[in-house]
């Protein structure tokens, strides 16, 4: 029952004094005679405009919510997952011709979520080796680093998955982690919308730079073109969500990221034993080694990083 309808059933129906309503209510005689006096229904309070910490980003807020109503319940995104200091990272399995055969390649995408500057960068290989490249150059093209990744549970980066977000994080990402300054999250088992723009960003590639099959000479010439390609299109691309392209927003969400390290090191060092015919064995491989400190290349090493060996 609204207020001013209780101050007037105790006075006009139970014929109560001023004061005796003020001692029922808790309210003061001076403010149960000014209602009594006003004549209206239900007292109205005037609320004073306040500034808020939020006004500068009154704008860019609404963009967010209006972009998020549209959207499945899957797809939605928690106000963390919409953070500017924010970046995913996925893989996918495409082709190039490289040094003159068509080779299989594993891609990693790293993207920020806020700017949605993106990276591609080809390997040979999904291992901790160029898990950890591909993380310097995300971060080397981007100007820095973001305080949060978001990641599916690969193997290269959890060792198990326990109950909800309980992870046992692999000792060699974290170790990466911990230098780079960024906190590691993970998705639910089988959820890949959690981490949607980077699963939409290996669609979009596919039409973008994988549909005729290009052609390089090695590697190094392939990932220096991926980096200047995805470059082109932060230019040629509207943000979709907020003014501009993707290239003038990630201008902006650059002063937000920590500057960038030193490059973390990801060489792995290991002894392996020689056999008698200079042959050692490496991830179930064989290599012949013709001095006792011969540097030699592991299956899972084919691009900046080596396993380094010695001879017992």
């Not at 290269?156 to 994080?169: S, W, Y």
Request: charged residues 25%; proline residues 5%; hydrophobic residues 40%.
């Amino acid at each position: 029952m609204g207020l001013l309808n209780i101050i007037r059933r105790l006075k006009l129906r139970a014929k109560q004094s001023i004061r005796e309503i003020s001692r029922h209510t808790g309210l003061s005689r001076n403010t149960i005679a000014k209602y009594l006096n006003a004549g209206t229904i239900e007292p109205t309070f005037t609320v004073p405009e306040r500034p808020s910490k939020l006004d500068p980003f009154a704008d860019k807020l609404t963009a967010w919510l209006k972009t998020e109503a549209g959207r499945s319940r899957k797809q939605c995104r928690t106000l963390k997952q919409l953070h500017a200091d924010l970046m995913a990272l996925d893989w996918s399995e495409d082709y190039a011709v490289v040094g003159g055969e068509r080779t299989k390649l594993q891609v990693a995408h790293i993207k920020l979520s806020q700017s949605r500057a993106f990276l591609l960068r080809a390997y040979l290989l999904q291992t901790h080796e160029m898990l950890v490249d591909a993380h310097w150059h995300g971060f080397r093209v981007f100007g820095g680093v973001p305080g949060r990744g978001i990641y599916d549970n690969m193997k290269t980066a959890v060792d198990r998955v326990g109950r909800g977000k309980e992870r046992q994080v692999n000792i060699r990402f974290l170790a990466m982690t911990n230098h780079y300054v960024f906190a590691p999250e993970f998705c639910n088992p089988a959820a890949g919308w959690e981490k949607g723009q980077v699963e939409k960003n290996v669609q979009d590639a596919r039409p973008r730079l994988w549909q005729q099959m290009p052609v390089f000479p090695d590697l190094a010439a392939l990932n220096a073109w991926l980096e200047q390609h995805c470059q082109d299109l932060w230019r040629e691309t509207a943000h979709g969500t907020l003014s501009g392209t993707i290239a003038d927003v990630w201008a902006d969400e650059r002063a937000a990221l920590m500057s960038l390290p030193a490059m973390f090191d990801g060489f792995v060092e290991q002894s392996k034993r020689v056999s008698p015919t200079c042959l050692i064995t490496f991830e179930r491989n064989r290599y012949s080694v013709t001095e006792p400190e011969d540097v030699w290349h592991g299956p899972s090493c084919p691009g900046p990083y080596r396993a380094r060996g010695s001879c017992l």
